[in-house]
């Protein structure tokens, strides 16, 4: 499944309760995924989906400190209610749009494809890592359900986004760890490896707070 309950129902309780929320969304058709969803609540309450009629996202949890980055980038920039857009004529990267609605659902929003704004590309930065992230989570899944041979690249991708200090929300991740070594269908070196993640993000500064929000 793509999709915790759990995750997903602490999201729209926080929404319900008006709390302020970050949108990012990118449309560039053509390229993989041509269409990438996130937002984040001042909860930490994340969602994820490459479909804009996707009504099973990826739900999970930002670490509080993720969290205020995004948020304190976001005001740096007047919650987006001046143009971002350079100018320049540069190669199209995609329709990008930085969304936030306030606690009483009142929204600003700018779109562009690229920005000079050193903020902005600093938040875009964020955004796509988190994207990134998420991704991996997908391709984790598929080929633990669907192709059991490609466990072991989904898990260096990971592994990668961990070690350049890009992953988030690494505790989605540990639910799919348990599962590979739990099951001997996996081959040794992908338990290995699955074993030797989980026990480093377990390790890590701050997963205690968001351990089991999924």
């Not at 199209?92 to 000079?116: C, H």
């Not at 890592?129 to 990971?158: C, M, P, W």
Request: hydrophobic share 40%; net charge negative.
């Amino acid at each position: 499944m793509k999709i915790i309950i759990a995750g997903l129902l602490s999201a729209c309780s926080a929404w319900a309760a008006g709390s302020p929320t970050l949108v990012f969304t990118k449309s560039f058709p053509g390229s993989t995924p041509a269409y990438e969803f996130v937002s984040v609540d001042r909860t930490g309450a994340l969602l994820y989906k490459e479909s804009p009629t996707d009504d099973q996202p990826v739900a999970t949890h930002l670490a509080a400190a993720d969290v205020a980055v995004l948020f304190d980038e976001a005001q740096k920039l007047g919650y987006f209610k001046s143009p971002l857009e350079s100018g320049l004529k540069v190669a199209n990267t995609g329709k990008k749009t930085f969304r936030y609605l306030d606690e009483n659902g009142a929204a600003t929003e700018t779109t562009f494809n690229y920005s000079t704004d050193p903020t902005a590309r600093l938040l875009l930065d964020k955004f796509e890592q988190i994207a990134a992230s998420e991704r991996a989570y997908l391709d984790l899944d598929r080929t633990i359900h669907f192709d059991k041979l490609g466990v072991n690249d989904a898990l260096a991708q990971i592994e990668a986004l961990w070690l350049q200090h890009t992953l988030a929300a690494p505790q989605q991740f540990i639910p799919f760890f348990n599962r590979i070594i739990g099951h001997e269908s996996f081959m040794h070196l992908v338990r290995d490896r699955a074993a030797r993640l989980k026990s480093e993000f377990e390790a890590s500064p701050g997963m205690a707070s968001t351990t089991g929000t999924r």
